[in-house]
């Protein structure tokens, strides 16, 4: 990644994830040739989310964001997944982070179910 937009938002992101639960682990997985540095996952008591960066966004995908209430309306991508729900920040974008991180907490609660 280069020094740009995606980079403050990743790093804004992650804090948000670690930040929402201490039990939340970060990790690297599904190195590949054409994707060297992996996807950054995380999880606690399962996978919570993972955290994509692409030329024109930074998506975060929720594994079972399809059972989550959503009321601020964060989620909006993959809507019509089965099972997984994503929020796609694009350059200006502002997030909710309040909301995020309470989906981020109510998936945690999930999983613990």
Do not use: H
Not at 14 to 22: E, I, N, S, T
Request: hydrophobic content about 40%.
């Amino acid at each position: 990644m280069g020094d740009d937009w995606r980079d403050e938002v990743v790093t804004r992101v992650r804090g948000l994830v670690l930040g929402a639960d201490p039990e939340i682990v970060e990790e690297v997985k599904w190195r590949k040739p054409t994707n060297p540095d992996g996807v950054p996952t995380f999880s606690a008591s399962g996978l919570v989310c993972t955290l994509e960066t692409y030329q024109d966004k930074v998506k975060m995908t929720f594994a079972k964001g399809a059972a989550l209430d959503d009321p601020a309306g964060v989620f909006n991508a993959s809507l019509d997944a089965g099972t997984r729900r994503a929020v796609d920040v694009k350059e200006g974008d502002a997030l909710d982070e309040d909301a995020f991180v309470a989906l981020v907490r109510a998936a945690v609660e999930l999983n613990r179910r």
